[in-house]
């Protein structure tokens, strides 16, 4: 446990940096569009080198050192962070940089993380997976609760430049940490004497193919994932469209999430998770989606930060558990292949679901719900009010809704409700 809480502490203080600019480039970016399709746009560049990566990834960090992959993953990060920086110094900086940056960022960065998931199965005994997961969901909570209070707080004095530069200290950290760590590498799996490099780089989609309950969990996440960008992609803007563009009261609402969710990474960290891990999978998504359509609906600033502590202390308990099933189920030998392709299966929606928030917002949702739209006079208009934001908080219930029916229907999935009856899959 030393090495992976000495790495899991220099990815602490990276996370912290990175999401106080993410945070902070939301509002630049909001500033200067003023719509919701520039945000949704940068999850989308991120995201789509990610998915051509990924089956390529997986055989790297299966076939060389990954502590030299985790390296290059923060480095190239930093490297990004600091051109950032150089281009708003000098003036220059445009929204279509920031969809580069991205692009490189999330590249480097799914390769960083691969590595570092697949290397977990190797620091920890399998007893511990779901703590590690948890510890997994705290460093990303635990920056939710930091960064968006800091960056809020310093973005009004220090603007997005010195939020770039602390970003680029804790990378520095990083880097440090991995530097003095020794990270064990798997025993690389057999390879047939006939296997074709295409055969490789498929092995992960086989494997899959292979055990129906690993593909009825696929496709659950795709769904699920779908949902939860096209809720969460507009929610960012919906919330500073309807508080005049105020930086504080935003990173107020992001830090009650991340504190919800530290209380719950540490819940399930002592805890270590419900015996069926299914049950964290399905209640916890369910409670989730239940908490954005009610911070949607509502006004009432108070209810909203009652409303994200809630739903932050859920949102560790579905990756977590599913974390869990997935370390049990995969050989170590093979998981950089197969996590590679879950990925890439889970996470196709992703980009799909970001492309999609925006423009509906900004072309439908939000104009309709304008003082002279045509939903103005409706109960919708009733409901959820009208002016800025609130098509965007129409948007976001609607998908949360079939997020919910989804999450709940999981139950009515054999291959689901028996995955965790049947035997660790070998690496076939």
């Known amino acids: 446990m030393r090495t992976f809480l000495i790495i899991w502490l220099g990815q602490f203080a990276s996370s912290l940096g990175s999401e106080m600019t993410n945070f902070a480039i939301t509002i630049w970016a909001w500033e200067v569009t003023g719509q919701a399709t520039p945000l949704s746009f940068i ?164 494997y899959l193919w292979q055990h129906p309950g690993l593909r009825a969990l696929l496709g659950f996440f795709l769904i699920s994932n779908l949902i939860n960008s096209a809720s969460f992609s507009v929610f960012a803007p919906m919330v500073l469209a309807r508080n005049g563009n105020n930086a504080a009261a935003m990173g107020t609402l992001f830090s009650f999430f991340g504190m919800g969710g530290l209380i719950g990474g540490l819940t399930l960290g002592i805890w270590g998770g419900p015996k069926r891990r299914i049950h964290g999978i399905f209640i916890f998504s369910a409670i989730w989606k239940v908490g954005l359509m009610v911070l949607a609906i509502t006004r009432n600033f108070a209810i909203h930060i009652g409303t994200a502590l809630a739903s932050g202390f859920c949102s560790p308990f579905p990756g977590s558990c599913s974390q869990a099933i997935w370390r ?47 939903l103005a006079d409706t109960l919708l208009g009733q409901i959820f009010g009208v002016g800025a934001g609130a098509g965007m908080a129409l948007q976001m219930t609607l998908f949360a809704s079939f997020g919910l029916v989804v999450a709940l229907g999981g139950y009515g999935i054999k291959p689901l409700m028996t995955l965790e009856d049947t035997p660790t899959k070998p690496a076939t």
């Not at 530069?165 to 064990?184: E, H, K």
């Not at 992703?350 to 002279?372: K, R």
């Open 43 to 206: 999850m989308v560049a991120t995201q789509i080198p990610r998915l051509l990566i990924s089956p390529f990834a997986g055989l790297w960090v299966d076939q060389f050192n990954r502590k030299t992959l985790m390296l290059l993953g923060d480095a190239v990060a930093g490297l990004s962070t600091l051109a950032l920086l150089g281009l708003l110094l000098t003036d220059n900086l445009q929204t279509w940089q920031l969809y580069v940056s991205g692009a490189v960022n999330g590249l480097f960065g799914y390769i960083q993380g691969l590595a570092h998931s697949a290397s977990i199965s190797l620091l920890i005994p399998s007893k511990h997976y779901a703590r590690a997961s948890a510890f997994e969901s705290l460093q990303m909570s635990g920056s939710y609760v930091i960064a968006p209070a800091i960056a809020g707080a310093l973005y009004g004095i220090a603007g997005l430049s010195g939020i770039l530069a602390i970003d680029l200290v804790t990378f520095g950290v990083a880097i440090a940490t991995l530097s003095a760590v020794q990270i064990p590498q798997p025993t690389p799996a057999p390879k047939a004497l006939d296997e074709s490099a295409w055969q490789s780089l498929t092995f992960g989609f086989r």
């Open 328 to 374: 049990v189920q995969v050989a170590p030998e093979v998981q950089g292949r197969v996590f590679a392709s879950r990925f890439l299966v889970t996470q196709l929606a992703t980009p799909i679901g970001a492309a999609i928030a925006g423009p509906l917002a900004d072309q439908v949702f939000e104009p309709a719900l304008q003082p002279e739209g045509f």
